[in-house]
Protein backbone atom coordinates (compact mmCIF):
# COMPACT_ATOMS: atom_id res chain seq x y z
CA UNK A 1 0.00 0.00 0.00
CA UNK A 2 1.30 3.26 -0.67
CA UNK A 3 1.96 6.29 1.19
CA UNK A 4 -0.76 8.67 -0.01
CA UNK A 5 -3.22 5.16 0.06
CA UNK A 6 -2.53 4.61 3.75
CA UNK A 7 -2.55 8.41 4.91
CA UNK A 8 -5.90 8.50 3.01
CA UNK A 9 -7.01 5.59 5.39
CA UNK A 10 -5.88 7.57 8.13
CA UNK A 11 -7.32 10.51 7.13
CA UNK A 12 -11.08 8.90 6.58
CA UNK A 13 -10.69 7.00 9.79
CA UNK A 14 -9.50 9.85 11.68
CA UNK A 15 -11.94 11.90 9.89
CA UNK A 16 -14.66 9.84 10.72
CA UNK A 17 -13.64 9.63 14.77
CA UNK A 18 -13.09 13.09 14.97
CA UNK A 19 -16.20 14.41 13.36
CA UNK A 20 -18.63 12.04 15.30
CA UNK A 21 -16.58 13.36 18.75
CA UNK A 22 -16.91 16.64 17.59
CA UNK A 23 -20.94 16.07 16.98
CA UNK A 24 -21.31 14.81 20.66
CA UNK A 25 -19.06 17.83 21.93
CA UNK A 26 -20.90 20.40 19.76
CA UNK A 27 -24.51 18.58 21.21
CA UNK A 28 -23.41 19.45 24.82
CA UNK A 29 -22.43 22.62 24.42
CA UNK A 30 -25.62 23.28 21.98
CA UNK A 31 -27.64 22.01 25.23
CA UNK A 32 -26.06 24.28 27.99
CA UNK A 33 -26.03 27.11 25.72
CA UNK A 34 -29.60 26.80 25.06
CA UNK A 35 -30.51 26.22 28.39
CA UNK A 36 -28.35 29.63 29.75
CA UNK A 37 -29.71 31.26 26.79
CA UNK A 38 -33.76 30.00 27.65
CA UNK A 39 -33.00 30.94 31.20
CA UNK A 40 -31.93 34.68 30.24
CA UNK A 41 -34.72 35.01 27.89
CA UNK A 42 -37.04 34.30 30.75
CA UNK A 43 -35.43 36.68 33.07
CA UNK A 44 -34.32 39.55 30.98
CA UNK A 45 -35.95 40.31 27.52
CA UNK A 46 -33.07 43.07 27.18
CA UNK A 47 -30.49 39.94 26.86
CA UNK A 48 -29.74 40.24 22.59
CA UNK A 49 -26.78 39.07 23.31
CA UNK A 50 -27.74 35.53 24.37
CA UNK A 51 -29.94 35.95 21.63
CA UNK A 52 -27.43 35.73 18.45
CA UNK A 53 -25.29 33.55 20.65
CA UNK A 54 -28.13 31.03 20.26
CA UNK A 55 -28.89 31.26 17.01
CA UNK A 56 -25.16 31.29 15.64
CA UNK A 57 -25.28 27.52 18.24
CA UNK A 58 -27.80 26.43 15.91
CA UNK A 59 -26.41 27.75 12.35
CA UNK A 60 -22.62 25.74 13.55
CA UNK A 61 -24.98 22.68 14.42
CA UNK A 62 -25.97 22.52 10.67
CA UNK A 63 -22.61 23.20 9.26
CA UNK A 64 -21.35 20.38 11.34
CA UNK A 65 -24.00 17.67 10.81
CA UNK A 66 -23.41 18.80 6.97
CA UNK A 67 -20.16 18.30 7.10
CA UNK A 68 -18.90 15.71 9.28
CA UNK A 69 -16.65 14.73 6.88
CA UNK A 70 -14.60 17.85 7.05
CA UNK A 71 -15.27 18.57 11.03
CA UNK A 72 -10.78 18.76 11.31
CA UNK A 73 -10.54 21.55 8.79
CA UNK A 74 -13.37 23.53 10.94
CA UNK A 75 -12.54 22.54 14.49
CA UNK A 76 -10.03 25.84 14.83
CA UNK A 77 -13.04 27.55 13.59
CA UNK A 78 -15.12 26.21 16.35
CA UNK A 79 -12.74 27.06 19.24
CA UNK A 80 -12.59 30.51 17.92
CA UNK A 81 -16.15 31.30 18.05
CA UNK A 82 -16.44 29.47 21.18
CA UNK A 83 -13.74 31.70 22.49
CA UNK A 84 -15.32 34.92 21.06
CA UNK A 85 -18.95 33.82 22.44
CA UNK A 86 -18.24 32.90 25.97
CA UNK A 87 -17.30 36.85 27.25
CA UNK A 88 -20.17 37.94 25.28
CA UNK A 89 -22.82 35.67 27.59
CA UNK A 90 -21.41 37.75 30.98
CA UNK A 91 -22.61 34.91 33.28
CA UNK A 92 -21.87 37.16 36.08
CA UNK A 93 -24.32 39.96 35.19
CA UNK A 94 -26.83 37.66 34.47
CA UNK A 95 -26.46 35.88 37.88
CA UNK A 96 -27.77 39.81 39.17
CA UNK A 97 -31.17 39.68 38.20
CA UNK A 98 -33.55 40.61 40.78
CA UNK A 99 -35.68 38.37 43.03
CA UNK A 100 -39.00 39.90 41.96
CA UNK A 101 -38.37 39.18 38.27
CA UNK A 102 -38.34 35.27 39.04
CA UNK A 103 -41.36 34.74 41.34
CA UNK A 104 -43.54 32.33 39.53
CA UNK A 105 -47.67 32.16 39.44
CA UNK A 106 -48.91 28.96 42.50
CA UNK A 107 -49.14 26.29 40.87
CA UNK A 108 -52.00 23.97 41.05
CA UNK A 109 -52.60 21.88 44.71
CA UNK A 110 -51.33 18.51 43.93
CA UNK A 111 -54.40 15.03 44.74
CA UNK A 112 -54.72 13.94 47.98
CA UNK A 113 -52.01 11.32 48.45
CA UNK A 114 -53.25 7.78 49.76
CA UNK A 115 -53.21 6.68 53.16
CA UNK A 116 -50.20 5.03 54.12
CA UNK A 117 -50.14 1.52 56.32
CA UNK A 118 -50.97 1.44 59.87
CA UNK A 119 -47.77 1.99 61.85
CA UNK A 120 -46.91 -0.24 64.88
CA UNK A 121 -48.68 -0.27 67.66
CA UNK A 122 -47.10 2.37 70.10
CA UNK A 123 -45.78 2.03 73.46
CA UNK A 124 -48.22 1.64 76.68
CA UNK A 125 -48.91 4.98 78.50
CA UNK A 126 -48.00 6.28 81.99
CA UNK A 127 -50.82 5.04 84.38
CA UNK A 128 -53.04 8.20 84.96
CA UNK A 129 -54.47 9.40 87.87
CA UNK A 130 -57.26 8.50 89.93
CA UNK A 131 -60.31 9.10 89.24
CA UNK A 132 -63.35 10.09 91.41
CA UNK A 133 -65.24 7.29 92.73
CA UNK A 134 -68.05 6.53 90.62
CA UNK A 135 -72.20 5.55 91.32
CA UNK A 136 -73.73 3.20 93.85
CA UNK A 137 -74.33 0.03 91.71
CA UNK A 138 -77.80 -2.17 92.03
CA UNK A 139 -77.81 -4.70 94.79
CA UNK A 140 -77.09 -7.94 92.82
CA UNK A 141 -78.82 -11.01 93.45
CA UNK A 142 -78.67 -13.01 96.45
CA UNK A 143 -75.83 -16.07 95.92
CA UNK A 144 -76.65 -19.84 96.73
CA UNK A 145 -75.96 -20.70 100.82
CA UNK A 146 -72.96 -21.90 101.48
CA UNK A 147 -71.98 -25.23 102.96
CA UNK A 148 -71.79 -24.53 107.18
CA UNK A 149 -68.87 -23.81 108.72
CA UNK A 150 -67.27 -25.47 111.44
CA UNK A 151 -68.43 -25.10 115.16
CA UNK A 152 -66.32 -22.46 116.55
CA UNK A 153 -65.02 -22.09 120.12
CA UNK A 154 -66.78 -21.92 122.96
CA UNK A 155 -66.14 -18.20 123.49
CA UNK A 156 -65.88 -16.83 127.65
CA UNK A 157 -68.71 -16.45 129.74
CA UNK A 158 -70.35 -12.87 129.51
CA UNK A 159 -71.32 -10.85 132.61
CA UNK A 160 -74.40 -11.25 134.38
CA UNK A 161 -77.09 -9.40 133.11
CA UNK A 162 -79.40 -6.83 134.65
CA UNK A 163 -81.69 -8.74 136.82
CA UNK A 164 -85.79 -8.26 135.32
CA UNK A 165 -88.87 -7.31 136.76
CA UNK A 166 -90.74 -9.42 138.90
CA UNK A 167 -93.85 -11.26 136.96
CA UNK A 168 -97.07 -11.44 138.25
CA UNK A 169 -97.81 -14.34 140.83
CA UNK A 170 -98.84 -17.59 139.20
CA UNK A 171 -101.09 -20.53 140.37
CA UNK A 172 -99.64 -22.52 142.75
CA UNK A 173 -97.38 -25.31 141.60
CA UNK A 174 -98.62 -27.68 143.93
CA UNK A 175 -99.95 -30.75 142.91
CA UNK A 176 -103.61 -31.73 143.41
CA UNK A 177 -104.10 -33.88 146.72
CA UNK A 178 -107.48 -36.30 147.81
CA UNK A 179 -107.81 -38.18 150.60
CA UNK A 180 -109.66 -39.95 153.60
CA UNK A 181 -110.24 -42.74 156.13
CA UNK A 182 -113.17 -43.33 158.42
CA UNK A 183 -114.49 -45.90 160.67
CA UNK A 184 -117.07 -47.43 162.32
CA UNK A 185 -118.30 -45.70 165.82
CA UNK A 186 -118.45 -48.78 168.51
CA UNK A 187 -122.42 -47.28 169.12
CA UNK A 188 -123.17 -48.33 165.56
CA UNK A 189 -126.77 -50.18 164.96
CA UNK A 190 -126.77 -53.66 163.84
CA UNK A 191 -127.71 -55.64 161.93
CA UNK A 192 -127.85 -53.92 158.47
CA UNK A 193 -129.66 -54.81 155.94
CA UNK A 194 -129.27 -56.17 151.87
CA UNK A 195 -128.32 -52.52 149.82
CA UNK A 196 -127.81 -50.47 152.93
CA UNK A 197 -124.71 -47.86 152.65
CA UNK A 198 -122.00 -48.93 155.60
CA UNK A 199 -121.56 -45.53 157.26
CA UNK A 200 -118.16 -45.47 158.17
CA UNK A 201 -118.90 -42.77 160.64
CA UNK A 202 -115.73 -41.51 162.50
CA UNK A 203 -113.41 -39.24 160.39
CA UNK A 204 -109.81 -40.21 161.15
CA UNK A 205 -108.49 -37.89 157.72
CA UNK A 206 -110.46 -35.70 154.84
CA UNK A 207 -108.83 -32.77 154.56
CA UNK A 208 -110.08 -32.16 151.24
CA UNK A 209 -114.06 -33.26 152.22
CA UNK A 210 -113.94 -35.89 149.56
CA UNK A 211 -115.76 -38.15 152.02
CA UNK A 212 -119.43 -37.75 153.37
CA UNK A 213 -119.96 -39.67 157.02
CA UNK A 214 -123.91 -38.61 156.51
CA UNK A 215 -124.16 -40.79 153.22
CA UNK A 216 -120.86 -42.72 153.70
CA UNK A 217 -119.46 -42.00 150.09
CA UNK A 218 -116.39 -40.55 148.54
CA UNK A 219 -117.36 -38.20 145.78
CA UNK A 220 -114.57 -37.20 143.34
CA UNK A 221 -113.27 -33.46 142.77
CA UNK A 222 -109.71 -34.52 141.24
CA UNK A 223 -109.74 -36.69 138.27
CA UNK A 224 -107.42 -39.43 138.38
CA UNK A 225 -106.68 -43.13 139.76
CA UNK A 226 -107.55 -43.69 143.02
CA UNK A 227 -106.85 -46.75 145.83
CA UNK A 228 -109.56 -47.71 147.75
CA UNK A 229 -109.25 -50.50 150.42
CA UNK A 230 -111.63 -51.94 153.10
CA UNK A 231 -110.66 -53.25 156.84
CA UNK A 232 -113.26 -55.03 158.69
CA UNK A 233 -114.04 -56.90 162.16
CA UNK A 234 -116.26 -60.25 161.28
CA UNK A 235 -117.74 -61.13 164.25
CA UNK A 236 -121.35 -62.99 165.44
CA UNK A 237 -121.72 -63.86 161.46
CA UNK A 238 -119.98 -64.53 158.43
CA UNK A 239 -119.43 -60.90 156.30
CA UNK A 240 -119.91 -59.88 152.65
CA UNK A 241 -119.91 -56.61 150.94
CA UNK A 242 -119.56 -54.69 148.15
CA UNK A 243 -117.13 -51.96 146.69
CA UNK A 244 -119.74 -49.93 144.67
CA UNK A 245 -119.23 -47.26 141.75
CA UNK A 246 -121.78 -45.19 140.75
CA UNK A 247 -124.20 -47.64 141.87
CA UNK A 248 -121.90 -51.04 140.19
CA UNK A 249 -119.94 -53.39 142.27
CA UNK A 250 -116.98 -52.98 140.92
CA UNK A 251 -115.35 -55.96 143.98
CA UNK A 252 -116.45 -58.45 146.72
CA UNK A 253 -115.64 -59.33 149.37
CA UNK A 254 -116.18 -62.46 152.00
CA UNK A 255 -115.41 -63.94 155.21
CA UNK A 256 -116.89 -66.94 157.22
CA UNK A 257 -117.36 -67.20 160.46
CA UNK A 258 -117.68 -69.81 162.36
CA UNK A 259 -118.76 -68.87 165.96
CA UNK A 260 -115.40 -68.69 166.71
CA UNK A 261 -114.42 -67.35 170.85
CA UNK A 262 -112.60 -64.65 168.97
CA UNK A 263 -113.20 -62.21 166.12
CA UNK A 264 -112.30 -62.69 162.15
CA UNK A 265 -110.97 -60.05 159.98
CA UNK A 266 -111.31 -59.26 156.08
CA UNK A 267 -109.44 -57.15 153.58
CA UNK A 268 -109.85 -55.87 150.22
CA UNK A 269 -108.67 -53.38 148.25
CA UNK A 270 -108.65 -51.69 144.80
CA UNK A 271 -107.58 -49.04 142.08
CA UNK A 272 -110.49 -47.38 140.06
CA UNK A 273 -110.56 -44.22 137.86
CA UNK A 274 -112.61 -42.00 138.32
CA UNK A 275 -113.68 -38.63 137.16
CA UNK A 276 -115.57 -35.37 138.89
CA UNK A 277 -119.04 -36.50 140.13
CA UNK A 278 -118.43 -40.20 140.54
CA UNK A 279 -119.35 -41.65 143.84
CA UNK A 280 -117.66 -44.74 145.46
CA UNK A 281 -118.85 -46.29 148.71
CA UNK A 282 -119.18 -49.90 150.47
CA UNK A 283 -122.81 -51.82 150.29
CA UNK A 284 -124.07 -54.73 152.30
CA UNK A 285 -124.42 -57.74 149.61
CA UNK A 286 -126.36 -60.66 151.42
CA UNK A 287 -128.45 -60.35 154.85
CA UNK A 288 -127.45 -63.49 156.88
CA UNK A 289 -123.45 -62.53 155.87
CA UNK A 290 -123.45 -59.09 157.70
CA UNK A 291 -120.95 -59.71 160.28
CA UNK A 292 -119.25 -56.46 160.60
CA UNK A 293 -117.97 -55.12 163.88
CA UNK A 294 -116.26 -52.24 165.57
CA UNK A 295 -115.04 -51.99 169.41
CA UNK A 296 -112.49 -49.97 171.39
CA UNK A 297 -110.01 -53.10 170.40
CA UNK A 298 -110.66 -54.00 167.24
CA UNK A 299 -112.09 -51.46 163.95
CA UNK A 300 -113.71 -51.40 160.61
CA UNK A 301 -111.72 -48.82 158.37
CA UNK A 302 -112.74 -47.62 155.19
CA UNK A 303 -109.37 -45.63 152.93
CA UNK A 304 -109.54 -44.02 149.95
CA UNK A 305 -106.70 -41.53 148.56
CA UNK A 306 -105.50 -40.19 145.26
CA UNK A 307 -102.38 -42.14 143.36
CA UNK A 308 -101.93 -39.83 140.53
CA UNK A 309 -104.14 -37.00 138.79
CA UNK A 310 -104.81 -36.92 135.22
CA UNK A 311 -106.12 -33.00 135.82
CA UNK A 312 -105.00 -30.91 133.00
CA UNK A 313 -106.05 -27.98 134.58
CA UNK A 314 -103.76 -28.06 137.15
CA UNK A 315 -100.58 -25.50 136.66
CA UNK A 316 -98.58 -28.68 137.57
CA UNK A 317 -99.58 -30.90 134.83
CA UNK A 318 -100.32 -28.19 132.03
Known amino acids: MSTNAKGSVYDSRFSTSTSAFAGQTVAGWEEELSL ?36 LRLLPMLYSILVLQVPLSSPLEDNKIPPSL ?44 GETGLRGLTGDRGDPGVKGESGQPGECAVAPKSAFSAKLSEGHTFPLTVGDTVRFDKIMLNEQGDYSTETGRFTCRVPGV ?16 DLMKNGHAVASYFQFYGNWPKPASLSGGSLLHVIPGDQVWVQMALGEYNGVYSSTKTDSIFTGFLVYSDWKNSAVFA
Do not use: N, W
Open 226 to 241: YYFSVHATVYRASLQF
Open 36 to 71: DSLHHTQTSSSSSTTTATAATLQKLHSIICDSAMTS
Open 102 to 145: CTGHPGIPGSPGAHGSAGQPGRDGRDGRDSAPGEKGEKGDRGYT
